[in-house]
């Protein structure tokens, strides 16, 4: 594997960094071996011993920025589920097979009533449900949640294929 583990000085995990890169930080000095684990690059004259996971020594600030908000983001972070009957595409309602193109963005306090397009505000809803609810907030229209809208999490690092033992004690692995 060609790759390193790159953490913050709180062992945070970072990022995901190339084995040049992770040999530039180690020869100016930002960064330390957090593990014995090593990969060995053979040269002509000599090998070098690049360590799988290395640690910045100085503590860095990552602002974590949210997810923006948009009517698709909505339907991808409710994965085309009605929040009100949880019926999905591809299901059938009246006779007929809902597709993604059938769900729309509900507002839980409609904008007529000064709802924003907001995260929490909104939700994936099928043609049937957005329709009985209307203008109307869900309680007014005695329909209920079944779950709570919120922010999707973007502040997570993607690895995939054969990650390395010594990655997963920093790593959620799944």
């Excluded at 059938?92 to 009533?113: A, C, E, N, W, Y």
Aim: proline share 6%; net charge positive.
């Amino acid at each position: 594997m060609g790759a390193v583990l790159l953490l913050n000085a709180s062992y945070e995990p970072l990022s995901i960094i190339p084995q040049r890169r992770a040999m530039s930080l180690i020869m100016r000095g930002r960064v330390d071996a957090a593990t014995d684990d090593v990969v060995t690059i053979h040269g002509a004259s000599t090998a070098l011993h690049i360590p799988r996971v290395v640690r910045l020594r100085r503590y860095i600030n990552v602002p974590r920025r949210g997810a923006r908000w948009s009517r698709q983001a909505v339907l991808q972070r409710d994965d085309f589920r009605c929040i009100y009957c949880g019926i999905e595409a591809g299901a059938k309602q009246r006779g007929q097979i809902l597709g993604r193109r059938d769900f729309t963005v509900d507002h839980l306090i409609p904008r007529s009533k000064g709802g924003k397009n907001t995260w929490g505000n909104t939700a994936c809803a099928c043609p049937v449900c957005n329709n009985r609810k209307g203008g109307r907030t869900p309680h007014e229209a005695g329909m209920t949640l079944l779950w709570e809208p919120k922010t999707p999490r973007v502040d997570y690092l993607v690895a995939s294929g054969d990650i390395p033992a010594s990655w997963k004690i920093y790593l959620e692995v799944k």
